[in-house]
């Protein structure tokens, strides 16, 4: 697209200066840092897959009160063993929460007897677990094992590539593709958390605030 590094440099700059939620309770922040690797990739896994639906702070309360009130621990092996109501009472302010617990224990009794106890480390594995999609798990992928295979789009960085006329897509995996196609690789993992932020702050769903924005200031923006 035309201006494209531009715009891409301009909105590095102003995401520098404007904290959103995604810098600091994002879901690869959420996994407990004194936990073993393994239980660390789980708690990343989980995290994103409390995440769909869900505002990064409620994301994050979930998380708390999983690693404090599980007994034993936000873990594979405590997952096993946890009545899906207690497991559903503690993460019930996320949305569809009803189903994130059905999904999330299900994945734990596949990892457990699949994977040794640890998250698989291919998109393919990933994507096989109940519950995950192609972003989740473009997004796991790089958060848990730091390799980044793909773009993680979800609703911000779709509309938010759509609104700059990047391209016209009907839907964030479509997106996807065409990002992956010309997106230089080493702007694949930073790309997800420069636009959910600036969606959680600056260009949000509703009421943009356009005159707070450098690409509208500048005319970069068609959507300003």
Not at 57 to 69: D, F, G, N, P, W
Not at 185 to 197: A, F, S
Request: glycine letters at 8%; one cysteine or more; a neutral charge.
């Amino acid at each position: 697209p035309p201006n494209w590094e531009q715009m891409y440099s301009l909105t590095k700059e102003m995401r520098s200066t404007v904290l959103a939620p995604v810098d600091t309770v994002g879901c690869e922040r959420l996994a407990d840092t004194r936990a073993s690797p393994k239980d660390q990739r789980f708690q990343t896994l989980v995290a994103l897959m409390l995440s769909s639906q869900t505002k990064d702070t409620v994301t994050a309360i979930a998380m708390q009160r999983l690693k404090e009130e599980l007994h034993g621990g936000l873990t594979i092996q405590t997952l096993l063993t946890v009545p899906p109501e207690t497991f559903n009472e503690l993460i019930g302010k996320v949305g569809f929460h009803n189903t994130k617990t059905k999904n999330i224990i299900a994945a734990a009794g596949i990892l457990a007897r699949d994977y040794d106890s640890d998250i698989p480390s291919t998109i393919a594995g990933l994507i096989s677990l109940p519950g995950v999609g192609p972003k989740m798990a473009h997004l796991t992928m790089s958060a848990a094992w730091g390799r980044t295979e793909g773009i993680g789009v979800d609703v911000h960085v779709h509309r938010i590539t759509n609104l700059w006329g990047w391209h016209q897509t009907k839907n964030p995996e479509e997106t996807r593709a065409i990002l992956e196609a010309w997106l230089p690789k080493d702007k694949w993992h930073e790309i997800n958390t420069l636009l959910v932020g600036l969606g959680q702050t600056i260009c949000t769903p509703v009421a943009r605030k356009c005159g707070d924005c450098v690409l509208g200031q500048k005319g970069l923006c068609p959507g300003a």
